[in-house]
């Protein structure tokens, strides 16, 4: 396994990223959100895309350290 200090922190930005957009979808499909709704969806809208990126910018960062 390549994990680099860089990788590692995207890693992790994926993984909160991730919980983020799981725990907004529970919160919408609840009913009434803790932070309205406005906020959560905008959390949720925010938080897909940010995983995608953050595991890719990851995978990239691990390939171009592979000795």
């Known amino acids: 396994m390549y994990l680099t200090p860089k990788s590692g922190l995207f890693l992790g ?3 909160i990223t991730a919980i983020a ?3 907004s ?4 499909s609840y ?6 709704v406005p906020a959560t969806a905008i959390i949720l809208a925010l938080s ?3 995983t995608g990126l953050f595991f890719f ?3 990239r960062d691990a390939r171009a350290n592979i000795k």
Not at 25 to 28: C, D
Not at 31 to 36: E, N, R
Request: proline share 9%; aromatic share 4%.
């Open 13 to 15: 930005g994926s993984c």
């Open 21 to 23: 957009a799981v725990g």
């Open 25 to 28: 979808i529970f919160e919408l």
């Open 31 to 36: 009913g009434q959100p803790d932070l309205g």
């Open 48 to 50: 897909i895309p940010l």
């Open 57 to 59: 910018a990851a995978v």
